[in-house]
């Protein structure tokens, strides 16, 4: 563990010797009146990777000379680009390449395997949930269970925080689990929550799930290129997320879904919403076969790929590959712990109006978000942040989401927005 210090000195110092700093360099950083950004938002939208340019340019010549042919033409045939990124993103989820597919988006994704995974006629009908999953996920769900039939108040279970805490807990939603026992079809939770940041124990609350016969489904939306995981080795049933976050996909980019290979490899496969891009598409366009899925998770596509938005991804997922994503994680741990540190000196200086802490500071509960709330004002006090150039996203209730990320964040960042933030409590 790094030992930190309150010093400008330190924190450029620190950069100096950070073997991640040039990655910096391949992002554009944001500019207010003529100056860089302390962009601390890469948990909402990732900055764009200077590369993007490069890739959606050499697919529009693809279009350009090939039209139709370029299906399969060209160094990315458009029929199989889509492959590539299974076995990019494997490092990154923990998982076979065969289990990853990227395709549609997060909520999208979601309805398919809510589709696939949840049958309310076998008797198990309920939901849990964690406190403040996204609302994209709860509606999702919410209208699977009243496609269903199913009453939403006995069996939609959201799992809430202690007294003064802000986030579910991870034995208290174990302990949810067992309650429900034989009534629970399975969980669908986040693995780093949007709003505090918090990092649930998704390999204990797989297991618990299994244990009463449920599935173990997550929202990845916030954990995917942030913490590392091990969704096959944990026996996850299945996972869906979002590009535009952690992985710098671009704003809407091409989401992604991962289904353990339990469910694909023998036996009948699952049931599925189905379209062509699912199958075989040659076998599809002669008209020959009935829908039979891909093997792995690549069998619950539906359409063509879009090949622009995974030109977008590349870029991105190949400075992912270059840094190396056990790097990424350690150098967001350094980041986020100085963050805490810094945040903490706030708190301890007499005459800072304090703050309050969503996020659990243990490191095991928290990825790069640290989320603050700044008490009444918030509001103002976020402006005033903004007036200083610095860039992060908050809520009505005045918590705010601060995420440095390792990719392109500093620490000499870090110690500036502990100044400046530092000095606006200090003047309200
Ligand atoms: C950002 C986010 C989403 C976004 O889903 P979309 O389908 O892209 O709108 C979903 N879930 C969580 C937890 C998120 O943070």
């Given at each position: 563990m790094m030992k930190f210090e309150n010093t400008l000195e330190f924190a450029k110092k620190t950069d100096k010797e950070n073997?991640?700093?040039?990655?910096?360099?391949?992002f554009y950083i944001p500019v207010l009146n003529d100056k860089e950004t302390i962009y601390f938002a890469g948990n909402g939208i990732g900055l764009q990777p200077k590369g993007v340019q490069d890739y959606v340019l050499d697919e529009l010549e693809n279009w350009a000379s090939y039209g139709f042919v370029g299906m399969d033409s060209g160094h990315n045939p458009w029929v199989d680009f889509y492959k590539k990124f299974s076995q990019r993103l494997a490092p990154i989820l923990g998982a076979l390449p065969d289990e990853i597919v990227v395709m549609d988006q997060l909520t999208a994704n979601l309805h398919f395997l809510l589709a696939s995974f949840y049958r309310p006629e076998t008797g198990r009908k309920k939901i849990i949930i964690d406190w403040k999953a996204f609302p994209s996920a709860v509606y999702a769900i919410q209208s699977q269970m009243q496609m269903a039939g199913v009453t939403l108040e006995e069996n939609l279970i959201e799992v809430d925080p202690r007294e003064d805490e802000h986030y579910s807990r991870s034995e208290d939603i174990i302990e949810a689990i067992e309650k429900a026992g034989n009534e629970l079809a399975m969980v669908v939770l986040s693995g780093v929550n949007y709003y505090s940041g918090h990092v649930l124990d998704i390999k204990s609350i797989t297991d618990a799930a299994h244990k009463v016969g449920a599935y173990s489904g997550w929202d990845l939306a916030h954990a995917v290129g942030n913490i590392p995981m091990q969704l096959h080795d944990w026996n996850v049933d299945f996972a869906v997320w979002c590009s535009y976050k952690y992985l710098n996909g671009g704003p809407g980019a091409i989401g992604g879904l991962y289904v353990h290979e339990k469910h694909y490899s023998g036996g009948k496969p699952l049931p599925r919403l189905a379209?062509?891009?699912?199958?075989?598409v040659k076998a599809g366009y002669q008209f020959k076969e009935d829908f039979i899925p891909l093997k792995g998770a690549a069998g619950w596509q539906l359409s063509m790929p879009p090949v622009l938005s995974l030109a977008v991804l590349s870029a991105s997922l190949e400075l992912f590959e270059s840094a190396g994503f056990e790097n990424l994680v350690a150098g967001g741990r350094d980041l986020s712990g100085y963050l805490v540190f810094i945040l903490k000196g706030i708190l301890n200086s007499t005459q800072a109006k304090p703050f309050e802490f969503v996020t659990s500071l243990k490191d095991e509960n928290h990825g790069c978000q640290i989320s603050i709330n700044l008490g009444p004002d918030g509001k103002h006090k976020l402006d005033m942040l903004r007036n200083n150039r610095i860039l992060i996203t908050g809520f009505a209730d005045h918590t705010v989401r601060i995420a440095p990320v390792p990719l392109y964040n500093t620490f000499e960042e870090v110690f500036l927005f502990g100044k400046i933030l530092e000095h606006i409590l200090i003047a309200h």
């Open positions: 073997p991640l700093i040039s990655y910096r360099n391949d379209g062509l891009f699912g199958s075989d």
